[in-house]
């Protein structure tokens, strides 16, 4: 059992920005040679997420609704009263979503659904500088 770790590094816009990263993931795993194994995508941070979603202009839109309407960033946070940051919205939608996607790899592919993407959402209320881990497992 092998573990390869790698990084992504990206610039974001903030503001529920929605990037498909399926095309770095393959890079990268097509870097490792691994055929059978997993591997996990984490974001370092606490006001972004990965997922995954069909990635199209529609449904990136209802996401960004769907968001707006769980956790607003019109409203007050006890989070931007304690850091004035005014970000509390982003660091609530990102623990919903969750920093990290796990992906069973088969036969040197990416088992994902013929829509599936993986993605990062950055929710934050400012361009930002991210970076994404790649934790590669398995022979």
Not at 66 to 80: C, E, L, T
Not at 98 to 106: E, H, N, R, T, Y
Request: proline share 4%; with cysteine; charged share 20%.
């Amino acid at each position: 059992m092998d573990i390869v770790t790698k990084t992504i590094s990206l610039k974001t816009k903030g503001n529920c920005h929605v990037i498909n990263i399926t095309p770095e993931v393959n890079e990268a795993l097509s870097e490792t040679k691994m055929k059978d194994g997993t591997v996990t995508i984490f974001i370092i941070g606490s006001t972004a997420a990965i997922s995954a979603i069909e990635y199209e202009p529609a449904l990136v839109k209802d996401l960004n609704d769907f968001y707006d309407r769980i956790a607003p960033s019109n409203v007050p946070y006890a989070h931007d009263a304690t850091w004035g940051d005014a970000n509390g919205y982003s660091h609530i939608r990102a623990t919903a979503t969750g920093a990290s996607f796990v992906v069973p790899l088969v036969k040197g592919k990416l088992t994902l659904g013929t829509w599936q993407q993986i993605i990062l959402i950055d929710f934050d209320n400012r361009p930002r500088s991210r970076e994404i881990v790649l934790q590669f497992t398995g022979k």
